[in-house]
């Protein structure tokens, strides 16, 4: 190739590659001509090594749990530089720690959670981790939700007294002890809420103390055949 021509297409903003195209060269071999002529490739210091980065700067930013694409950023590197000194130095990103235990099948690992800190992290159904105490706290918001529902669809108050002040003293008694399929206890509002529905539809709400009463015959419930089987039913005290 002759400089003026090689010139003029690195002019253009052609890459190697391209020159190599147009003139059905290798791009090694364009390269070896822009050296040859001491001319400058398109975006040759943009792609130039900048050297690496030391363990101790790269140590800190791994532990702020950054992506590599956000360590390279930071460092100024390229996302494959940072990949060879996290290997050089035998360190890993908080993904990379997730990917490999999720190949490996562990069923759980200790990783940072935004609210809870570093803590227990466990293998979900679909794949992929979650923090245990985030997941605990989900199932206990989804727990109140739940009979909030049900209370609110029982009447919202007790049965026998009328009691609706608080809605963890309300509880759900079953007509038929024989028709109870489980009980809509803080565990059996964990099952799906048409489920749940269905064993309400067989219960009458009750406060804590009431309940208490049902259960030593201090109170006796009509039975389902009674007159008085309904919801808007309240009962005379003995004595």
């Known amino acids: 190739m002759d400089s003026a021509s090689l010139e003029q297409l690195l002019g253009q903003g052609l890459s190697l590659a391209d020159i190599g195209r147009r003139v059905d060269l290798h791009e090694s071999t364009v390269g070896y001509w822009v050296k040859r002529y001491g001319l400058e490739a398109v975006n040759r210091a943009k792609c130039a090594p900048r050297g690496g980065i030391a363990r101790d700067e790269l140590v800190p930013l791994v532990e702020q749990e950054m992506s590599i694409a956000q360590i390279a950023e930071a460092v100024g590197l390229s ?12 360190l890993e990103t908080r993904w990379a720690q997730r990917r490999r235990a999720s190949a490996d099948g562990q069923q759980q690992i200790m990783l ?4 809870h800190g570093v803590t227990r992290f466990k293998r979900r159904a679909a794949g992929g981790y979650r923090c245990a105490k985030c997941r605990a706290e989900a199932v206990t918001r989804r727990r109140r939700k739940v009979k909030r529902l049900l209370v609110e669809e029982a009447g919202g108050r007790c049965s026998v007294c009328g009691y609706g002040r608080c809605i963890a003293a309300l509880e759900f008694h079953h007509w038929v002890p024989a028709d109870k399929q489980f009980s809509l206890s803080h565990r059996g509002v964990s099952r799906s809420l048409a489920k749940a529905r269905a064993e309400a539809s067989k219960c009458v709400l009750l406060c804590a103390n009431c309940h208490a009463e049902v259960e030593a015959s201090v109170i006796t419930l009509p039975s389902p055949g009674d007159a008085l089987y309904n919801r808007a039913w309240r009962p005379s005290f003995p004595g």
């Open 79 to 90: 996302k494959t530089t940072v990949r060879h000194w996290l290997r050089e130095f035998g």
């Open 112 to 115: 940072r959670c935004p609210r």
